[in-house]
């Protein structure tokens, strides 16, 4: 069910400058969260931001009640949500969004770029749970932009691209030569950059492998009553924040 | 004891607040955060007459204080919402409010008559006033014979109560409101959004897809309730105040201007409870300040 949850800040860990990974806690039990979720955050303390900002759920544990969110600060909603005191309050509307397919025993490709990572954490470990074998392929400019891969590791195997070559094979995500390879994936999820989930999408699409993507539209209300995060789909426009964010690539019009 | 109720137009809303057209889609959304038998009423989602599918994103830009629209009126059409829509909502004792769109006249007519025959909605928003589609919407409510001739053609084929939602994009907005009084509106709600623009400096591109688009939110408050006090003075007929209402404190502004009722519209989307939270608010604020009737409130801004 979707609640309205006040938290408080717990932790901040930086990746580097613009990245890091808040944790909040709750003194009340926290919702059950499905990988892909997302949560509208009420930004504190910064007039300049009306709307609430929606952000993938990175993580939650129902032991300690948190829940884990990892933001890229880009613009001054997810700039000051990193500047907050630890134990400041923070207002939550979550669990938003539908989520990922969970296939059991089967073999799944995980394709990130950038903060497109965010959901993948709390995916492989229900995918873990089910007996699916995952492999990551995450991509970045330079190995300054590719977080998280020691926790993706805990998983399964960790492939990495960046376009100078710092790190893993150079080039894009797509040009990695896990796609020269033979594909027996089942199921290709992908999050990222819409140029990047596109080309993903295409080949999934020519391989004949279904392909799941988490869009990232901006949104106002998160709980489809206002009808701005929309995304041209087969069936025409459908609001990301309700019908989505994860879509069957099949079924987008991109 | 603070007796809540208003009248608009022999129609009973148990509390003066509802929520606005397009910010709370047909209540639905909002049922796991709030109860929605405490609304006063619901105005929900815009209808056409055949299913839209609105514009192109993006569709939103957020904004100093408020944030600018350019939704376009999707929907599934009337007949999904009638057939479909209503059976589910129609269980909470509230008043449901169908907001009507249409490109021409004809349009309006149809979409009224099919909602005159179905039961237990007892009044409809005529929406003269969207800013964001190409044809009809606004343009009907920026000229008193435009708005006029709308207002008579549903008059003519709808019995229940009729409320004439007003665009504050124009020059004299209480020349349109005493228009639709003549032609037999029960009633105004006012403002819709204002006109207004986004541009991207770093690409010199504007944010929405349609360039301009409605803007609300607590920016255009003021505006809103000056124009809510202009009507006021202007026309006998009931006037829902809309425009920026963040709290109940708000709310009781928009009253003493001259709303007999309000309603709640972006807030929602920054509040998902905020609706019922101003309920309560105006319970207190008249528990405090020993109001036994709210209607009392109506227009009692003190010159």
């Known amino acids: 069910m979707k609640r309205i949850q006040d938290f408080n800040v717990i932790s901040y860990t930086w990746l580097n400058d613009d990245n890091y990974i808040i944790t909040l806690g709750s003194e009340t039990d ?24 929606p952000i993938s759920i990175l993580d939650v544990d129902h032991q300690n009640n948190t829940i ?58 229900k995918l873990k749970d089910e007996n699916t074998e995952v492999t990551f392929l995450i991509g970045g400019r330079t190995s300054g932009d590719v977080f998280l891969t020691d926790e993706f590791g805990r998983y399964g195997e960790v492939l990495v691209t960046t ?26 999820y992908t999050c990222g950059p819409d140029p990047m989930m596109k080309a993903v999408a295409n080949i999934a699409s020519e391989k004949g492998i279904d392909c799941e993507a988490s869009l990232e539209n901006m949104m106002a209300c998160g709980i489809g009553a ?5 995304t041209p789909t087969i069936r025409g426009n459908e609001c990301v924040c309700t019908e989505g964010p994860v879509f069957n690539s099949k079924d987008l019009v991109w | ?88 909502i129609k269980k909470w004792d509230t008043q449901i409010f169908p907001n009507i769109n249409g490109s021409v006249v004809e349009d309006y007519i149809a979409v009224a008559e099919k909602l005159n025959d179905v039961e237990g909605i007892e009044g409809l928003e005529l929406n003269i006033s969207c800013p964001n589609v190409k044809e009809g919407g606004m343009a009907f409510g920026v000229s008193c014979p435009s708005a006029i001739a709308v207002t008579k053609a549903v008059r003519e084929v709808y019995d229940k109560t009729i409320i004439v939602k007003l665009s504050p994009n124009v020059t004299d907005i209480t020349e349109i409101a005493k228009g639709v009084e003549g032609a037999g509106a029960d009633g105004v709600s006012l403002i819709n959004t204002l006109l207004g623009m986004a541009i991207d400096a770093n690409t010199r591109k504007p944010i929405l897809s349609t360039i301009t688009g409605g803007l609300s939110g607590p920016a255009i408050k003021p505006v809103a309730i000056r124009m809510v006090w202009q009507v006021y003075n202007a026309v006998k007929i009931p006037i829902v105040g809309i425009g920026g209402i963040m709290n109940a404190t708000d709310a009781i502004e928009f009253m003493l201007a001259g709303s007999t009722a309000i309603q709640v519209g972006t807030a929602n989307f920054i509040d998902p409870q905020i609706s019922v939270k101003i309920v309560d608010g105006l319970e207190d604020y008249c528990t405090q300040n020993r109001i036994t009737e709210i209607s009392d409130l109506i227009g009692g801004m003190i010159s």
Do not use: W
């Open chain 2, 1 to 88: 004891m603070v007796n809540l109720n208003v009248n608009i137009a022999g129609l009973k809303l148990k509390n003066p607040v509802t929520t606005a057209s397009g910010t709370f889609g047909f209540g639905e959304e909002f049922e796991d955060f709030i109860d929605l038998n405490k609304l006063g009423g619901i105005f929900v989602k815009g209808l056409t007459l055949y299913n839209r599918e609105g514009n192109d994103y993006p569709r939103m830009a957020e904004t100093p204080s408020g944030m600018l629209n350019a939704v376009g009126l999707q929907n599934k059409g009337i007949d999904y919402f009638i057939n479909t829509i209503y059976p589910k």
């Open chain 1, 30 to 53: 926290i919702e059950c969260v499905e990988p892909g979720n997302f949560a509208e955050i009420k930004v504190p303390n910064s007039p300049d931001v009306f709307l609430r900002r």
């Open chain 1, 163 to 188: 376009e100078d070559g710092s790190l893993g094979e150079k080039g894009m995500v797509t040009q990695h030569s896990v796609f020269s390879r033979t594909m027996d994936f089942d199921l290709i």
């Open chain 1, 226 to 230: 206002c009808l701005c995060c929309v």
């Open chain 1, 68 to 125: 884990k969110f990892y933001i890229k600060a880009i613009g001054k909603g997810t700039r000051q949500l990193g500047n907050l005191d630890i134990n400041s309050s923070l207002n939550i509307v979550y669990p938003l969004g539908n989520s990922f397919s969970v296939i059991k025993k089967k073999r799944a490709l995980i394709v990130g770029g950038g903060s497109g990572i965010a959901p993948f954490i709390l995916l492989a470990s």
